[in-house]
């Protein structure tokens, strides 16, 4: 499988304000000003949308191209490994080509279909009951919404460094920053409470914090 586009698919359009790089999580936390944008956010034109309700091929293929990477990048992030991020790619397109119809623009396309992708990933989590692990709870800690380093931006680095968090302490991180969702609704997606998204997000981002920084001196 490739991860890019094909040669004939035309590029995205650009991303709706602005968008957070697929690779990083946040470069700068703007949640004063509102939440970070979504590397997802991408202006799906509505007559690409009723090609695709009508079945055809070439409609679905330039979607799938459009939100392979933003996909990818996002089970990669809250599974940890390449193979099973491949097959939520192919499991949340696949939902995608069957429910397309079923999408009638109460919200933007992206939301619906990063919604699936989402789900998908945390499903696998769940499954193996990966989602249990999560760094130690003691009811002390105050919410940290700062960014990581800049050396999050690197690709590697960050994915070595998120790899080393449980998948739970993970995901909130990732679902927070990069995605730019609120506490209740991470708790939402994780059948949790706001109280364990906002634990989970400041244990996690100070640890982030410290791996990349060892990470970087190692380099």
Known sequence: MTHGLLPGVPPP????????????????????????????????????????RRGEPAAFEQLYRWFERPVFTLAM???????????VLQDT?????????????SGPFWGWLRQIAINEALLRLRRGRRLEHMLP??????????PPPPAAADAALLQRALAALPAATRSVLWLYHAE???????????????????SQLA??????????????QSI
């Open 203 to 216: 244990r996690g981002t100070r640890r982030l914090r410290v791996l990349l920084q060892v990470q970087e």
């Open 180 to 198: 730019g969702h609120t506490h209740e609704e991470i708790a939402a997606l994780m059948q949790r409470s706001p109280s364990f998204s906002k």
């Open 77 to 87: 992030r809250l599974c940890g490994d390449r193979e099973e991020a491949s097959e």
């Open 137 to 146: 709870l003691d009811g002390h800690d105050a919410e940290d919404a700062a």
């Open 13 to 52: 359009p650009a991303p709706d304000g602005g968008g957070v790089p697929c690779v990083a999580l946040a470069a700068a936390d703007t949640r004063a000003e509102g939440a970070p944008r979504s590397a997802f956010a991408i202006a799906v034109p509505e007559a690409l949308l009723e090609r695709a």
């Open 93 to 105: 397109m696949l939902k995608v080509l069957r429910g397309v119809c079923d999408y009638r623009g």
